[in-house]
T-cell receptor
Framework: SQQGEEDPQALSIQEGENATMNCSYK?????LQWYRQNSGRGLVHLIL?????REKHSGRLRVTLDTSKKSSSLLITASRAADTASYFC????????????FGTGTQLKVEL | DAGVTQSPTHLIKTRGQQVTLRCSPK?????VSWYQQALGQGPQFIFQ???????QRGNFPDRFSGHQFPNYSSELNVNALWLGDSALYLC????????????FGPGTRLTVL
């Protein structure tokens, strides 16, 4: 399967702490994206990193990409209760148009 | 500016029935993709429509079919429903088939009994 894999499957932290989730994939990609999903509803695009980039920031989000290891990580700093959601990595394969292949997801719970 | 909209929100069907789900893309977008998300899993790509043609297809049987209208809205049809078709069906739109960023609708929750 070309599906990405994420770890951990679930993560529980206290408000104010940092949360890190990891994504691995198996083939050549154009870019990798991270999405958030609240309570099994629609997906919200968080950040996109291209295959020629190594790190990208957006607000409290930091994404890294290591194409040699075929892996990416998403760091959420100073987490808030509102960050509680499922997080998915998704990537576009080389020559794949804009079809997204998703990872298995990480469920993040941020407790007060 | 309206985002991606989907209807209905929830749907309950029985095995063997047929279902039609609808999607209106974000204003200015001409490409619509459909994804199936089973409980506890990541979304799986079903197919993509551009210029009223199916441009790409994932690993789904022919029971899954679609259509795109001249106003870029789209329908997903599933025939001969199985219990395993129970899932959240997500529609995503983009400016064209090569644009990296897609915008997702809230989804339609389909339950097959």
């Amino acid at each position: 399967s070309q599906q990405g894999e994420e770890d951990p499957q679930a993560l529980s932290i206290q408000e104010g702490e940092n949360a890190t989730m990891n994504c691995s994939y198996k083939t050549s990609i154009n870019n990798l994206q991270w999405y958030r999903q609240n309570s099994g509803r629609g997906l919200v695009h968080l950040i996109l990193i291209r295959s020629n980039e190594r790190e990208k920031h957006s607000g409290r989000l930091r994404v890294t990409l290591d194409t040699s290891k075929k892996s990416s990580s998403l760091l959420i700093t100073a987490s808030r209760a509102a960050d509680t959601a499922s997080y998915f990595c998704a990537f576009i394969l080389t020559g794949g148009g804009n079809k997204l292949t998703f990872g298995t997801g990480t469920q993040l719970k941020v407790e007060l | 500016d309206a985002g991606v909209t989907q209807s209905p929100t929830h749907l309950i069907k029985t095995r063997g029935q047929q279902v039609t789900l609808r999607c209106s893309p974000k204003s200015g977008h001409d490409t619509v993709s459909w994804y199936q998300q089973a409980l506890g899993q990541g979304p799986q790509f079903i197919f993509q429509y551009y210029e009223e043609e199916e441009r790409q297809r994932g690993n789904f049987p022919d029971r899954f079919s679609g259509h795109q209208f001249p106003n870029y809205s789209s329908e997903l049809n599933v025939n001969a429903l199985w219990l395993g078709d129970s899932a959240l069906y997500l529609c995503a739109s983009s400016k064209d088939w090569s644009t990296d960023t897609q915008y997702f609708g809230p989804g339609t929750r389909l339950t097959v009994l």
